[in-house]
């Protein structure tokens, strides 16, 4: 395999499936092939029930540049539609989905990063949502999420501006969650994921649907609360000072 090639790269270990954006010449920039590889990939990576949290991050020392403009002019068909359908497959992933960000993270970088559960960067990252840079009108979905995450102001200043900002600005709005050491980031990723990947299922994927503002499952999530043995398993794990061993699974 050509390294230097645009791919989506991915693997899965100790149930944490890792998604690598790489692109090497472009700061990983997303081709029109890379967002529509990234839900079929997405599809597959959720029905395999190793997979209990996702991690998105890009090759070396950048996490995404946005789209590749160039390869986004060939006919692959609405660049937007692309990068939109990417997004909320990634968004509606069933498990706990983390962004891990390195240098920048532009345009459909942020796009992509802000439709993940979780963002960690490092420090030194800059982060961009640049349609005002181009003349292009942002998804409304898109806009909307990023108001969700970090309100109003925030979202206008980076739409309207096409400005970068640091890290530390990031964490204050809110669009960032953690902010970590370049050389200690991956040792904080490994760690947390080992705990979200130890948690109750069940527990996750409630609360990721309800914190959504889903609000027609509360009867269906009492059912699987009733129907599964997590919370049992969880009291005597607690009592009996030991690892809980959860069973629950996306589609019990």
Same mark, same amino acid.
């Given at each position: 395999? +050509?390294?230097?090639?645009?791919?989506?790269?991915?693997?899965?270990?100790?149930?944490?499936?890792?998604?690598?954006?790489s692109?090497?010449?472009? *700061?990983?920039?997303?081709?029109?092939?890379? !967002?529509?590889?990234?839900?079929?990939?997405?599809?597959?990576?959720?029905?395999?029930?190793?997979?209990?949290?996702?991690?998105?991050t890009?090759?070396?020392?950048?996490?995404?540049?946005?789209?590749?403009?160039?390869?986004?002019?060939?006919?692959?068909?609405?660049?937007?539609?692309?990068?939109?359908?990417?997004?909320?497959?990634?968004?509606?992933?069933?498990?706990?989905?983390?962004?891990?960000?390195?240098?920048?993270?532009?345009?459909?970088?942020?796009?992509?990063?802000?439709?993940?559960?979780?963002?960690?960067?490092?420090?030194?990252?800059?982060?961009?949502?640049?349609?005002?840079?181009?003349?292009?009108?942002?998804?409304?979905?898109?806009?909307? %999420?990023?108001?969700?995450?970090?309100?109003?102001?925030?979202?206008?200043?980076?739409?309207?501006?096409?400005?970068?900002?640091?890290?530390? *600005?990031?964490?204050?709005?809110?669009?960032?969650?953690?902010?970590?050491?370049?050389?200690?980031?991956?040792?904080?990723?490994?760690?947390?994921?080992?705990t979200?990947?130890? %948690?109750?299922?069940?527990?996750?994927?409630?609360?990721?649907?309800?914190?959504?503002?889903?609000?027609?499952?509360?009867?269906? !999530?009492?059912?699987?609360?009733? %129907?599964?043995? +997590?919370?049992?398993?969880?009291?005597?794990?607690?009592?009996?000072? %030991?690892?809980?061993?959860?069973? !629950?699974?996306?589609?019990?």
């Amino acid at each position: 395999m +050509d390294r230097t090639e645009p791919r989506l790269e991915h693997g899965v270990a100790n149930g944490v499936a890792t998604v690598v954006i790489s692109n090497p010449a472009k *700061r990983n920039a997303m081709t029109a092939a890379m !967002w529509s590889a990234l839900p079929v990939l997405l599809e597959r990576l959720a029905a395999d029930p190793a997979v209990r949290v996702l991690v998105l991050t890009g090759a070396g020392d950048t996490f995404c540049a946005g789209a590749d403009i160039s390869s986004l002019r060939e006919g692959a068909g609405d660049p937007q539609a692309l990068a939109v359908a990417a997004e909320e497959a990634l968004a509606a992933f069933p498990r706990p989905t983390l962004a891990v960000v390195r240098g920048y993270c532009v345009g459909g970088g942020s796009q992509l990063a802000a439709a993940c559960d979780l963002r960690f960067a490092a420090e030194g990252a800059s982060f961009g949502v640049t349609p005002a840079k181009l003349g292009i009108v942002y998804a409304a979905s898109s806009t909307r %999420r990023l108001v969700a995450l970090i309100g109003p102001a925030a979202t206008k200043h980076l739409l309207f501006s096409g400005e970068l900002i640091g890290t530390a *600005r990031a964490l204050r709005t809110g669009l960032v969650d953690e902010v970590l050491p370049a050389d200690g980031l991956d040792e904080r990723v490994g760690a947390y994921t080992a705990t979200l990947a130890a %948690r109750s299922q069940l527990t996750q994927a409630a609360a990721k649907e309800f914190a959504a503002g889903r609000e027609d499952r509360d009867a269906y !999530w009492a059912e699987q609360a009733r %129907r599964s043995d +997590d919370t049992a398993e969880g009291v005597a794990a607690f009592l009996e000072q %030991r690892a809980p061993r959860f069973t !629950w699974t996306t589609g019990a």
